[in-house]
């Protein structure tokens, strides 16, 4: 989840300009310059290429899990990959907060990124994972589709609403509105379980239900539903680290 957004106005300054200057983020100033095709590098912070790590990881287990199904079915090696780029994605999201924090250097692109990345590592990822693990029926693909768009809903209502919820003394926000994005770490933990144990393609856990007709599916399907329900919810309250 983003860490990175919870600054005055949403917009964190950079160190003082001269007195006479107004004072304006470097970073918008270099993404608003025409200054050549790549003029977007020279403005990332360091948090920002870090979060880039986090995408990356994402993107990585997303392809990993498509090797799998181009591959071998009793070949885990790229299952296991896909399952594994997504803690070393959890890593570089807690780091990006932290090293921006660190350097006082946040930025709306930050934020941003930050919440792509995650959406990517936490929503795409571990859906692509599923998939390729068996749940492979329309049903699956369609309920699959809804983890994916409440994380995206998820992440869109933390970017609107991160000024307005409660904050301490350090101006850090005191809790989350529905359970962070990077919780889906806990159904890669169980997809994990279930290649260590050989559970993939015919032999997913709960079986299937209303096999050969429209409606067939994987039950098991029904916890990313859940975790969708818990991302999206106005209610739960989980507190900040």
Not at 49 to 65: A, D, E, H, K
Request: charged share 20%; net charge positive.
């Amino acid at each position: 989840m983003s860490r990175r957004s919870n600054v005055p106005n949403g917009i964190a300054k950079e160190t003082k300009e001269a007195a006479s200057e107004p004072r304006e983020d470097k970073q918008r100033r270099l993404l608003s310059e025409d200054t050549g095709h790549f003029s977007m590098v020279r403005a990332f912070h360091l948090a920002d290429l870090i979060t880039l790590g986090n995408g990356f990881c994402g993107v990585m287990s997303v392809f990993s899990s498509m090797r799998y199904c181009l591959g071998s079915s009793s070949d885990y090696s790229n299952l296991w990959a896909a399952l594994a780029f997504m803690p070393f994605g959890l890593f570089f999201d807690f780091m990006d907060g932290k090293v921006a924090r660190w350097r006082k250097k946040s930025s709306l692109m930050g934020a941003q990124l930050d919440s792509l990345a995650d959406l990517i590592s936490f929503g795409v990822s571990p859906a692509a994972c599923a998939f390729a693990i068996g749940l492979r029926t329309p049903v699956d693909h369609l309920l699959l589709t809804f983890f994916v768009l409440a994380g995206l809903s998820r992440l869109a209502r933390f970017n609107v609403t991160a000024d307005s919820v409660p904050h301490d003394e350090s101006g850090k926000a005191k809790y989350f509105e529905g359970t962070p994005i990077p919780t889906s770490l806990g159904m890669a933990a169980f997809m994990s379980v279930w290649v260590a144990k050989d559970w993939v393609l015919d032999n997913v856990p709960l079986g299937v239900w209303a096999k050969g007709t429209a409606l067939e599916m994987h039950p098991i399907v029904l916890m990313f539903v859940l975790h969708g329900c818990l991302m999206v919810s106005k209610t739960i309250h989980i507190p900040k680290p």
